[in-house]
């Protein structure tokens, strides 16, 4: 009774009834190439950020590989918010209420529905039920962010016919929602030659996924004394890839493994800290609909795609 008398109170503003809303929230999806780029990191400092700017904001760990939102803060719960909010929308039951009893309030703006308890249990969490949590999310909050996993490739082969598609449990289908819904994604990946590759692949294999979308590119963990260089570099491979991609660079800062080991979000630990800073810039962007940097022009296509690895083999 206290636990729901907490969240009740938590949630008093936005779940007193479920009126038609004025207008609907936007969807973030933080995504990126397969490897440990600072996926959830960026989510959590973005979604505090924009917490911070007075936005009512809900994030959503739907990473059914390594879910990691809950463990990063330190939230201990034995009950999966996503799986609770899954089952509500497989029995049409999902109503503000009900997704006020999935999450956890961390500020008066800022709300949490955790992962998976066990990436075991992803069979537990189907695509189609994930759309209707975003829908009832979007009536309810200003911004949602979404931290999901980087593989969405296991779709239906070219040979199989799938009538419900949605319906059917596949591991990765939950991220590839996710980017179809989302009205802007962030690709965080490394700024080194390493992460340039799997940011080229992974955007030509499945940039078609959310064409529509307003795209990103956040190039994570910055050293201080190559910044001009990585800037150079990566405006002109994403220049190449999509001339619409903007870019946002952070800074490599010693507060965020702190962040990880006290249990803190980013202004929590440091509200000063470099990368804190940088979010909350990048999260002003976004509200105001500006572009993050300017366009480098003047070079071919090609030229833009391969200068960034003219220092390797």
């Known amino acids: ?22 207008s609907l929230g936007q969807v973030c999806a933080i995504w990126g190439p397969i490897g440990s780029h600072g996926r959830t990191t960026f989510a959590i400092g973005l979604a505090e950020a924009l917490a911070d700017s007075g936005e009512r904001v809900l994030l959503i760990d739907a990473d059914t590989s390594a879910p990691s939102v809950a463990l990063t803060l330190g ?60 829908e009832r999310a979007r009536e309810n909050f200003d911004q949602i962010v979404i931290d999901v996993g980087a593989a969405i490739d296991d779709v239906e082969g070219e040979d199989s016919i799938e009538l419900a598609p949605a319906l059917v449990p596949r591991r990765h289908l939950v991220a590839r929602s996710v980017l179809e819904n989302a009205d802007q ?12 590759h799997r940011l080229a692949n992974t955007y030509s294999d499945h940039g078609s996924v959310f064409a529509g979308a307003q795209k990103s590119v956040v190039v994570n963990n910055v050293h201080k004394n190559e910044v001009r260089k990585v800037q150079r570099q990566f405006l002109d491979l ?21 962040m990880i080991k ?21 999260a002003d962007t976004r509200l105001r609909g500006g ?17 960034i690895f003219r220092g390797h083999a």
């Open 1 to 22: 009774n206290l636990v729901a008398e907490l969240k009740q109170e938590h949630w008093s503003t936005p779940v007193q009834s479920d009126p038609a809303p004025t």
């Open 185 to 196: 994604v962030y690709l965080v990946t490394r700024a080194d030659a390493l992460g340039a």
């Open 75 to 134: 939230i201990e719960e034995d009950v999966s918010g996503i799986v609770v909010a899954t089952r509500y929308a497989e029995q049409n039951a999902l109503d503000s209420r009900s997704l006020a009893n999935c999450a956890q309030g961390i500020s008066p703006n800022f709300w949490i529905m955790t992962g998976l308890t066990s990436p075991q249990r992803w069979p537990e969490v189907r695509a189609g039920a994930f759309c209707k949590i975003i």
């Open 262 to 282: 006290n249990a803190r979000t980013l202004s929590e630990q440091n509200s000063r800290a470099p990368l804190a800073k940088a979010i909350r810039k990048c």
């Open 291 to 307: 572009a993050h940097v300017d366009r480098v022009t003047n070079l071919s296509p090609l030229v833009k795609f391969f200068s």
């Open 238 to 258: 994403c220049g190449a890839l999509d001339p619409e991609l903007k870019v946002v660079f952070l800074p490599r800062d010693s507060d965020a493994p702190k």
